[in-house]
């Protein structure tokens, strides 16, 4: 009787850690993320030893379990001086992003309207950026109308990163500047429609970005087996290393026994 119950209690306990190991031991999914985010202008230049800081403003930021989010700004004036704009100036300015953590996907966008931009460095009737992340890579655009860099009219659509050296004599514009990352289960790409780099030393220096849209996704990862189910692998393997050497042991004692019974 004590026996039958030794081996009921220890296949019990054998069927207990193989059930947590198993749980522990078998693989889990971390959920998909995305990111998005948008801004109209953002501003941080010194002119003639004075620091001159604006946004980044209209901004949105996606929340990582994905949603919709939109915001807008009537004007912008950026001066150096008071109240001439001669930094920035801008109508309308609209942002907005939105995505899912099915797929997953991100979507960005950023517009802005009669822009102006260091005393007519940069003009246009439009300047817009866009962008999209999914699990299948990234894609990103900008859309300028009617602009002009330096005076001279620009394409309506340039292409990645169209670098325009020594506007003026003071600055570095860069049209459809993108960066991006793409690869295990992650990708990102960040859009300015227009990115102007001031380099004329004490006199002007610093950036001035228009329209920025951000996206990106990251997709669910496989976690590996855990500690806890490494652990309960091995208690498992002691405790039928247990049985078996019990059962050997009963084994020996019954032949025992009856070698006995026969003397």
Known sequence: MGTFRLHTRLGITLAGVLAMATAAASPAFAANTVSGSAFGESVNVTVAGINVTSGPLPTVALPATGGSQTNSLASICVSSVASTCDVLSAGILNVS?????????????????????????????????????DANGVSGSSSLVNAKVGGISVAANPAPNTTL????????????????????????????????????????????IISQSHCDVAGGNVVPVGTIGVIGLTGLAGLGFALVQHRSWQRRMAAAARAQSLA
């Open 97 to 133: 992003t939105s995505g899912s953590t099915a797929g997953p996907s991100s979507t960005s966008s950023a517009s802005v309207a009669t822009a102006n931009a260091f005393h007519g460095l940069v003009t246009a009737d439009l300047i817009s950026s866009t962008c999209s992340a």
């Open 165 to 208: 050296l020594n506007v003026g004599g003071i600055a570095k514009v860069v049209l459809n500047e993108q960066t991006s990352s793409t690869g295990s289960g992650a990708n990102s790409i960040t859009v300015n429609a227009v990115h102007v780099y001031l380099n004329a030393g004490p006199v002007a220096s610093g950036d001035i």
